[in-house]
């Protein structure tokens, strides 16, 4: 087939339309009164997602979800009891980042006088705490301080002035029990270290190990909302929802349905209310519980509890606040909450996922982007243009993402599967799949092409792109999106084709693993580097097989 490589940008290619939904601000339902009122949450590796949280050698503080198997999904104002000195300081979203818990400045006390290691301040008429390990009869706050900075373990002291005695500090850690009874777990994992997301009261805890798949199975989580308040509410009113959590006046996990009540909520875009027409609503110990929304593709996490109180108030895991802002501030209160302020809270979510997802899998996820006013279609596997590498929520009828996400101008529309990493060597039997560029026609296009291919050994990159790559025909090579299998081979198991078409009219170029822009693999005939048996659809002709892509990512 004539491939040019050339021409204008035009329009979206049939069979793609975006997902649209209706512009409205959403108030539905009424308050429910006292997951009080709801059922046991059955025990199951999927279910036990949810966890109970407390921190280390104390009773249950809240609930929370594991989202990957070292990530823990829970409210920022959980961990207040374990960070202090950890909440100063800027957060980045682009670039999580992590930090060990801290002990905190709780009580103003006459009778105390305390101290951090390492500082020779003594805080008189303080308490630091609750993090003893060991307790001993000392004359003065000076002995006191001097014993701990001799202990290894030791990080802060308290000096009991009436009676005098004192207490070490050890670092705090967060502990994630799983299992549906309260207080009988079936395992326990410990956290050091945790990231927090901007002026959100939204929080991930890292867990020392990976909790096994047999004692529970991460849920996913939405990391994308349509692009505007209005939007969001059409969205969420369609939803089935469910709300899971602990509380200690509950002898098992409990399960509610739900669906919205209001959004925003307060003129907060990244909280949403929810209820239950039964009556049932969150309570104590709650506070960090997951809400799903019981997508196609099975339960999402959508929220994050954050207070309760007539109807359950929830934080959107997918909300994207820009604005850049100091941490939420600890000891957290209600004014604590500053919605001026910026809370990528997705973007963070989804650079979180995606460092997790490399560590432990061979490949990257690969997907689609399309840009209406470019008529361009956009193959890519750079973490910049990632989402939740697992692969997003699918529409039941297109299988398309939804919500779709927006950056850029362009509409991430959908998940091709998964490439092997570029960053590593070049497993047997694969091509590299190299990126392209016109900026006259503001085409991109992803080939495995000898022809439009070069030795990835001899290219310099900055981050993840291309410095000085080889200009052909009016496109510059700037991306080695990573490798996948030859297409002159015969189909591996468990992947699917990736195949190229082009729009003359339109001057697009798309590759895809869609289905219904498909052909079998045994159809194939080639003539070169092209494909003899071309097919056209909806102005476009199919013209090549670039190779074959995963389906889904093998482990380490």
Known sequence: MNHPLNSTAAQRPGGMEPL??????????????????GSTDPSSPANNAVVQLSTEDDGPLCSGVLIAPTIVLTAGHCLQAAILNGSTGAWSSKNPIWRPYNLPVEIVNPDWISGLKGDSRMLDNIIIGPFNYREQATATATDCQRLCEAEGQCRGWTFFKVAPRCYLKKTPKLRAFFGNVTGAPV?????????????????????????????????RVLTDLPGSVADIGAFLAGLP????????????????????????????????????????????????????????????VIGINQGFGGASRYTLTAANKARPGELLTFPYGPGALDPTQGAAIGEWLNNILYADFVSRFKTIPLYNWYNESRGDNFLSSAPVWASQPLGGVKASTTGHLNPLRWQGGYRMYRHEGYVFSPKEARPAGTVPLFSWYHPGSEDNFATTDPRWSTDPSRLVFSGDTIVGGPVQNGYTMYRLEGYVYDPHAP?????????????????????????GWAIPPSDVRWDGEHLSNVRTQSGYGLYRLEGYVLESPPRR
Do not use: C, H, K
Request: glycine fraction near 10%; hydrophobic fraction near 40%.
């Open 20 to 37: 649209l939904v209706a512009a409205l601000m959403v108030t539905s339902g009424a308050p429910a009164l006292a997951i009080t009122g």
């Open 187 to 219: 395992y326990s994992a410990v956290s050091s270290t945790y990231s927090v997301a901007g002026f959100a009261d939204i929080a991930v805890m890292r867990l020392d190990a990976p909790v096994p798949s047999s004692v529970a199975v991460p849920a």
């Open 241 to 300: 929802m469910r709300a899971v959590g602990f509380s200690s006046a509950q002898p098992t996990r409990q399960q509610a349905s739900m669906s919205l009540f209001q959004y925003p909520y307060n003129g907060w875009p990244e909280m949403t209310l929810v209820s239950n027409a039964g009556g049932a609503i969150t309570e104590g110990g709650d506070s960090g519980s997951p809400l799903f929304w019981l997508s196609p593709n099975g339960p999402v």
């Open 491 to 515: 189909q591996p198991a468990g992947t699917r084709p990736l195949y190229s078409w082009w729009n003359s009219t339109r001057g697009d170029n798309f590759a895809s693993t869609d289905s």
